[in-house]
């Protein structure tokens, strides 16, 4: 699977992003889909993820301000950020996971999102 993230860029606090993971070399069907991000001098964070049922989980820091969402066909997956804060600068990342098999796993290149004025 190759994941290709876009949408970052700079946007102006209280403004809004909706970061885009296009999938291709197979389906998403049977995968878990993550968003993480990592700011410079601070730990990767896990900030939403997605069961292949479609059940949703984020972390405090971005908990009803971002949504984590998928196209079935488009093969994609989404995360619409709202409410956007200088703390929520970073390299966002997407990921999946193989419901069954863990060991199949794959990484998107980082998209950096600015939020500042």
């Known amino acids: 699977v190759q994941l290709q993230a876009s949408g970052g860029g700079l946007v102006q606090p209280g403004g809004s992003l909706r970061l885009s993971c296009a999938a291709s070399g197979s389906t998403l069907g049977g995968y878990e889909m993550d968003w993480y991000r990592q700011a410079p001098g601070k730990e990767r964070e896990l900030v939403a993820h997605m069961t292949e049922a479609e059940i949703t989980n984020y972390s405090n820091s971005v908990k009803g301000r971002f949504t984590i969402s998928r196209d079935t066909a488009k093969n994609t997956f989404y995360l619409q950020m709202l409410s956007l804060r200088s703390e929520d600068t970073a390299v966002y990342s997407c990921?999946?996971?193989?419901?069954?098999?863990?060991?199949?796993?794959?990484w998107g290149k980082g998209t950096q999102v600015t939020v500042s004025s």
């Open positions: 990921h999946v996971v193989h419901t069954i098999f863990r060991s199949l796993n794959y």
